[in-house]
Structure formats: C-alpha cells, structure tokens
C-alpha cells in the first residue's frame, strides 16, 4: 500500500502563488501517473493535472492550464503542482492520488492523501 502525504496549502491573496508537494511511501512511486484533484465546499471532486511516470506528459483541466504546472521527481518520490495567478475560485482542498494510467478520471486513481487547504482570498 502507498502512503501520500499532501503539503503546501495556505490562505494566499489573488493573483498570488502556492507551490503543493506530495510526498509518496511505500509502493514504486516511479511506475504510476499522479494526479492532483481538488475539492471546494459543497461541490464534487474535481481533476486539476496529471503527470506520466515517465516522460513528462502532462493533462491539466482547462481552467488552470496556463496557470498551474505538475512536476515530479521520481528519485524524490515527491510530485508538485506549482500554482500561480491564483483565483478566489481556486480555493480547495488538494489531493494527489496515484493510477496506473495517465487520466483525468479519478475513478482510475487510488491512493489518495488527506489533503491540503488553499484559500485564496484579501
């Protein structure tokens, strides 16, 4: 079983920045795409990105694709979702899980972390 562990969530202003990590343990971090989904009051899950095990590719929801990047280090065991340009419609919680494909359906992800709070608000 793997063990993800999300950080990095902060009450941040519009138009601000906020790097998230999620640190992974117990499984080969290095064999499985990793997703970031988020969650707001009230409203269903929802995909954000994704990233290959290998490779780099990447998917991104339309909102955040010119504003978020996913990136990982697999030696780390460790992948981030750097944000930037950040809206009050960002606010969240953020989860990273992990899936043997690269999708934006977390049906097809399991693993998933506790989570992280982003607040974006003045």
């Known amino acids: 079983q793997v063990q993800l562990v999300e950080s990095g969530g902060a009450l941040v202003q519009p138009g601000g920045s906020l790097r998230l990590s999620c640190v992974a343990s117990?499984?080969?971090?290095?064999?499985?795409?990793m997703g970031w989904f988020r969650q707001a009051p009230g409203k269903e899950r929802e995909f954000v990105a994704a990233?290959?095990?290998?490779?780099?590719?990447?998917v991104y929801e339309d909102s955040v694709k010119d504003r978020f990047i996913i990136t990982r280090d697999n030696d780390k065991s460790i992948v981030w979702l750097q944000m930037a340009r950040l809206k009050p419609e960002d606010t969240a919680r953020y989860h990273c899980?992990?899936?043997?494909?690269?999708?934006?359906?977390?049906?097809?992800?399991?693993?998933w972390g506790q989570g992280t709070q982003v607040t974006v608000a003045s």
């Open positions: 117990g499984r080969t971090f290095s064999h499985y795409a």
């Open positions: 899980a992990l899936s043997n494909v690269l999708t934006a359906n977390e049906r097809l992800y399991d693993s």
């Open positions: 990233i290959s095990w290998v490779g780099g590719y990447t």
